[in-house]
């Protein structure tokens, strides 16, 4: 029998209360869109998950959320099974009591909309910090508790934590990896429910599902305001991705790009825009001049497949998939936000399968090793080079030149030299905020030349954009073959 009615009793299993005092603290229902006064059922996957509010006052109100997974059903609806049948620590095992993954997905499916903290009802409640409590009577940890006060404390939670003994008559198991785990914070509840979502399966280092690349998007989405500073962002990139290496690798990069934009002085970052204002006249007409001068080059070369690396959103990929002649087109970037715009400026969803057919947008980066990448006739990287940072232009070469290996790579940058004519941006200073470089005319053929020597290709030069007697052109652009 339970207690709360409409809740079954038995095996189920208290996982998490989040409460607050914030007065009227029946409020909490307005930010999570559950009413206070009813039991709240989903079905999962995995069983079945309760959200009610054992207590609800003006001053103090505490939702519970409940999990009834079911460690037999878990198995059977897996695809994969081994050989010989489920084992028997597929079903004896500590799933069903502990808080892990199952509750990240629990917290995401209950509460929605509180996680993107939007509130039809109480906005203003939801832009603000106000006092929370979570417990969670058992959770998993590797690395014991001072890896759970590493990962909370610095994001300001006061952190109350004891280890769970496991029955000592039944054998000397020494500590255990269960804890009981108090936080207290003042912050947005949306703040709380991300925290929630990243680290709780963080601590537990184990994921009931398959982590694959769109897990990299999901940790930026969900970590946005918070894991490019936190101090153990590494840990947490590492753990999360469920130590697979070369995510962890894109996640990382991403943040770090995060942080330096957040770093930039405002005052610095209002010049630059304005900068950039009064180039982006020049750069409509230059961008056009771009696209065209690409698009011979692919014809003169006859090519019939292409990848457009770091292809932003999309626009040149747009003008490739009008011509008959590209067969295949991939268009690959680190950004998801850039790719989604892409696919949005494509149509994608609504062209006619033979037209989908012919192309397909990729994640990744740049400067690690991808075999998406090879067996193409050409590469484009138009104006992408400049916003790597110097220290990994070799990882690019390699990855490109050296392994990718594409019969010809079209590379554009901006020339510094030209920068003096535009009107308006500050001398010494770069045309957009995010390049970390750009090179006079010099600079970037003797790169290309080297590039071009160590790995087996010849290299011309084309300007782009009206010539200067002086500086020369806007923009530079390489064209390498095998
Ligand atoms: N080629 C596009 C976009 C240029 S802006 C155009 O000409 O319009 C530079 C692009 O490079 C951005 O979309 C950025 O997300 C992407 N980029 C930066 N670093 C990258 C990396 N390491 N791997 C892949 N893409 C990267």
Redesign the pocket.
């Known amino acids: 029998m339970s207690i709360y009615p409409g809740v079954p009793g038995g095996k189920l299993q208290l996982l998490l209360t989040i409460s607050t005092t914030h007065n009227p603290a029946t409020d909490l229902g307005f930010l999570l869109y559950k009413n206070p006064s009813a039991v709240h059922t989903f079905d999962m996957s995995f069983g079945k998950l309760y959200v009610f509010y054992p207590e609800a006052t003006e001053e103090k109100c505490t939702v519970a959320i409940l999990l009834d997974v079911d460690p037999v059903g878990l198995i059977r609806n897996r695809k994969t099974q081994s050989f010989d049948g489920p084992q028997l620590d597929q079903y004896v095992n500590d799933r069903p009591y502990v808080s892990s993954s199952f509750m990240s997905v629990a917290l995401n499916t209950a509460f929605r909309t509180a996680f993107s903290g939007k509130s039809k009802e109480r906005q203003e409640l939801a832009d603000k910090a106000i006092d929370f409590e979570v417990s969670i009577p058992c959770i998993a940890c590797r690395g014991g508790e001072k890896i759970l006060r590493d990962l909370f404390e610095p994001l300001g939670y006061e952190v109350t934590t004891e280890n769970i003994e496991l029955d000592p008559n039944f054998a000397n198991w020494g500590r255990s990896r269960y804890y009981s785990l108090n936080l207290k914070s003042k912050c947005k509840l949306s703040q709380l429910l991300a925290h929630l979502y990243v680290l709780i399966p963080v601590l537990d280092d184990n994921k009931h599902y398959w982590v694959g690349e769109d897990e990299i998007e999901k940790l930026l989405r969900v970590g946005k305001d918070w894991l490019s500073k936190h101090p153990h962002k590494d840990l947490i990139t590492k753990r999360y991705l469920r130590h697979r290496k070369r995510l962890a690798n894109i996640a990382s990069?991403a943040l770090a790009k995060l942080n330096e934009e957040e770093a930039q002085d405002p005052d610095v970052v209002e010049e630059k825009h304005l900068a950039e204002e009064a180039v982006l006249e020049e750069k409509i007409s230059l961008?056009q001049a771009?696209i065209n001068k690409v698009v011979d080059v692919l014809k003169e070369l006859h090519v019939t497949n292409v990848i457009?690396?770091?292809?932003?959103?999309g626009?040149?990929l747009k003008v490739f998939w009008e011509l008959k002649e590209l067969r295949k087109i991939v268009g690959?970037?680190?950004?998801h936000r850039?790719l989604d715009n892409a696919e949005e400026r494509l149509h994608l969803e609504y062209a006619p399968e033979a037209k989908k057919d012919r192309i397909k947008l990729i994640h990744?980066?740049?400067?690690y090793k991808d075999n998406r990448l090879s067996g193409f006739d050409a590469a484009t990287?138009?104006?992408?080079v400049e916003?790597?940072d110097a220290s990994?232009l070799t990882a690019?070469e390699r990855v490109i030149f050296e392994y990718a290996k594409p019969k010809h790579v079209i590379l554009t940058t901006p020339n510094v030299e030209y920068n003096v004519k535009f009107e308006g941006m500050p001398a010494g200073k770069l045309r957009h905020k995010?390049h970390r470089f750009e090179w006079t005319r010099n600079e970037f053929q003797e790169w290309c030349h080297q590039v071009a020597n160590r790995n087996g290709y010849s290299v011309r030069f084309e300007p782009i954009g009206e010539v200067d007697e002086t500086v020369g052109p806007p923009t530079q652009m390489g064209i390498f073959s095998k």
């Open positions: 990069e961008n771009r457009d690396l770091g292809c932003g959103e626009k040149l690959m970037d680190v950004s850039s990744g980066s740049l400067t990287c138009i104006e992408v916003h790597l990994r690019f995010d």
